[in-house]
């Protein structure tokens, strides 16, 4: 359900309510704040199982709001479906946007999102976040970082990992039988050569000589422009990133209500829908719920194919 205060109960039961019989769903969160949620009463989605953990209070509870017992109830619920997960009760899992804030206020300090979080529960090393909507999908070689530090931690070992983990989700996850992947530089014209940068020489280009000894069909580095335009034009299957607004901005200006967030190296596909906590409409019954619906969408298919890989 995400955070209690946010958008997550009312786009979950909007959502379920759209996609009768497309799985067996079971919601883990709070039945009090789901009957609160305006314009998403309960009643109007019977096609899934509640886990209700009861852990909202009902005094003074207000949608919008900021406050550490609601982040910590956002992990809570996330840590009931990993039990769920290691138990193999449940295939897959969407995750609804929670508060890096209020989890932080919670005591969870240094919580940094999902995706790390999730890579610890399971003891992953290798892990990538692929972000996606119907006409791209972007993997991001770092993540949530100043703009002032991702040159310096770039590593050819970074670039790689990530590589392989999105040509192994193509295969897997999206059944692309010869994935075809392009590499974006880091610098604007790749540098042209080193001229205003060097990050492509020195980085990017040694990481992909190498890996290209094992995975045919990697191309690169080129201007960020030029290889997300590919992607989208179908030249490509995926683009990697080297910075999240690289990925982000395309993504959200070509299919902004229909993107998803994917965490690929997982032993189990993970999706979430690709906005935050929106507290500023939270309760208001404005939220859409087509990212998420993308994000169930995409967790059921990747699901299946996985099961078939």
Known sequence: MGDPSGIGPEITLKALHKLKGLADFTVIGDKWVLDKAQGAKAGK?????????????????????????????SVEYLDRALELLRKKEIDCLVTCPLSKEAVNLAGLRGFSGHTEYLA???????????????????TLVTRHLPLKEVAGRLRKEEIIK??????????????VRNPRLVVCALNPHASDNGLFGDEENKI????????????????????????????????????VAM??????????????IQGVNMTLGLPFVRT????????????????????????????????????KA
């Open 120 to 138: 610890r529960a399971f003891r992953i090393k290798d892990f990538a976040m692929l972000l996606l909507n119907r006409g791209l999908k972007i």
């Open 45 to 73: 989605a019977q096609n899934f199982k509640l886990i209700d953990l009861k852990n909202v209070s009902r005094h003074n509870f207000k949608f919008g709001k900021i406050r550490a017992e609601y982040g910590r109830a």
């Open 243 to 256: 910075y999240h607004d690289q990925a982000l901005i395309p993504l959200k200006l070509s299919q902004d």
């Open 162 to 175: 990530n590589i392989n983990l999105a040509y192994r989700a193509m295969k897997k996850l999206f059944a």
């Open 272 to 307: 979430s829908p690709l906005h935050g906590t929106a507290f500023d409409i939270a309760g208001r019954n404005k939220a859409h719920p087509d990212s998420l619906i993308e994000a169930i969408k995409l967790a059921v298919k990747c699901s299946r194919n996985l099961k």
């Open 204 to 239: 990017i280009k040694p990481a992909l000589e190498k890996l290209r000894l094992r995975i045919k069909n990697v191309f690169g580095p080129i201007p960020a422009d030029v290889a997300i335009a590919a992607v989208y034009h179908k030249i490509y299957d995926c683009a």
